[in-house]
Structure formats: structure tokens, C-alpha cells
């Protein structure tokens, strides 16, 4: 059913490999044609499970000179143009293994308005309302600092989220991790599970964007 192989233990090592250049050439050569047909596989039932088209976008760490990254992602939002100014899902991979989550980097200025409405009219329950069988985190960074639970987000916590968020230079992350060493992330299956991750962080985007399909209950 989809053509995503699933990624091998030599796709989490090349985020071990030495130089910039070097690993941005193993990152090109191994890790984004992958992407590009795990963002096409899962585009059409993301799209349906938001209720609008969500277009892939494969990172290509165009503004790096330098550092070699230390992650990569293809990433689902509503514009064709981009995703880093728009909340938006990603689905990637470091040297840990795959990361799922709903992000609102810095550079979100369309949609992080909305998104601090949100957070300052539901509080916490935000993260109450999100539910799947794997621990969900919120991250200090959209590159996957420093996650902390949310099922131990207490209010003095929030509060501190709360006010980090409103920093221009912090953004929003949100979402599930997946050790490299597990099976499921060397299969096609990797597809549903990242359906179903990006299923169960759908009421931060609904929250933030616009309305949700009617068969979902978030108010």
C-alpha cells in the first residue's frame, strides 16, 4: 500500500558523520528521497484526516553553512509555499530514532497569534485533550530539546510554557519520539503510526488554524 521502505539503522548514522559537507551529502544521497516518499504516502490522508490539503515539504537546510544538522524532517502544511511561517506536522529522524510532532517554529508569525489565544483560553487542558499509547512531549526547541511530559505539565509549568512561547525568538513543539531501535520505524508501518501520532496532535492544529471536521469534538 505505500512505497516508503522504512529507514534503516545506516539512516540514523549519517547524523554521526564528521564535516558539514559530508553529512549534508549522505543526507541528500540516503535520507531525503526517503522523505519525499514518506511526505507523499502520508499527504493524501493527512490531508483528509485535517479536513484541508496538507502539501509535504522536505526540509533542505538551505540556510546552514557550517554546522551539519542534527536532524532532518518532511514536514505537512496548508501552504504550497513553505511551511516554517505556518503551524505544521513533521515527521524526521536524528541519530534517537523518529520524531512526529505538531511544530510552530519562530518564524510562525501567520499562525502564532492564534496559537497564544489558544494556549491563554484552554490553559493546560490543551495538553489534556491529547491522547495516543506513547509518551507525548512538549520541547523546549523544534529540534527536540530538552522534552518534558505532558502528562506532568502541572500549572506553574504551563505557565512557564506559556510565557516562553510568547518570546519571538522561541516557537511551539509538541509530539511523539520513536527509539531507532524499534521495528515499526524499518517498515511501511511507519506510515500509519505517524497518521495516527499526527491524528493525536490534531487539536493543537485545529486550535490554532481554523475549524476541525465535524466528526471531531474539540470546543
Given amino acids: 500500500m505505500y512505497a516508503f521502505p522504512g529507514f534503516e539503522p545506516a539512516d540514523f548514522a549519517v547524523f554521526s558523520v564528521p564535516g558539514f559537507h559530508d553529512r549534508m551529502s549522505a543526507l541528500r544521497m540516503r535520507i531525503r528521497p526517503k522523505l519525499m516518499v514518506l511526505g507523499d504516502d502520508m499527504a493524501p490522508e493527512l490531508?483528509?484526516?485535517?479536513?484541508?490539503?496538507?502539501?509535504?515539504?522536505?526540509?533542505?537546510?538551505?540556510?546552514?553553512?557550517?554546522?551539519?544538522?542534527?536532524?532532518?524532517?518532511?514536514?505537512?502544511?496548508?501552504?504550497?509555499?513553505?511551511?516554517?511561517?505556518?503551524?505544521?506536522?513533521?515527521?524526521?529522524?536524528?541519530?534517537?530514532?523518529?520524531?512526529?510532532?505538531?511544530?510552530?517554529?519562530?518564524?510562525g508569525v501567520d499562525d502564532k497569534p492564534r496559537l497564544l489565544e489558544l494556549l491563554a483560553r484552554r490553559g493546560r487542558a490543551v495538553f489534556a485533550d491529547l491522547h495516543d499509547p506513547d509518551p507525548i512531549f512538549w520541547f523546549r526547541s523544534d529540534h527536540g530539546d530538552e522534552p518534558y511530559p505532558i502528562s506532568r505539565i502541572d500549572e506553574s509549568a504551563f505557565a512557564r510554557i506559556l510565557e516562553a512561547t510568547r518570546l519571538k525568538t522561541r516557537g511551539f513543539t509538541v509530539g511523539v519520539?520513536?527509539?531507532?531501535?524499534?521495528?515499526?520505524?524499518?517498515?511501511?508501518?511507519?506510515?500509519?503510526?505517524?497518521?495516527a501520532i499526527c491524528r493525536h496532535l490534531a487539536p493543537l492544529y485545529w486550535g490554532t488554524v481554523g475549524r476541525e471536521p465535524e466528526a471531531a469534538s474539540w470546543a
Avoid: C
Fill in 47 to 107: 490531508s483528509a484526516i485535517i479536513g484541508h490539503e496538507m502539501i509535504p515539504h522536505v526540509a533542505s537546510h538551505a540556510r546552514r553553512r557550517v554546522n551539519p544538522p542534527e536532524d532532518t524532517w518532511v514536514s505537512f502544511s496548508r501552504s504550497p509555499r513553505g511551511y516554517k511561517r505556518y503551524a505544521h506536522f513533521e515527521v524526521g529522524l536524528s541519530r534517537r530514532g523518529v520524531f512526529v510532532r505538531f511544530v510552530l517554529k519562530p518564524e
Fill in 177 to 195: 519520539e520513536i527509539p531507532g531501535q524499534n521495528p515499526l520505524v524499518a517498515s511501511p508501518a511507519l506510515v500509519e503510526r505517524s497518521l
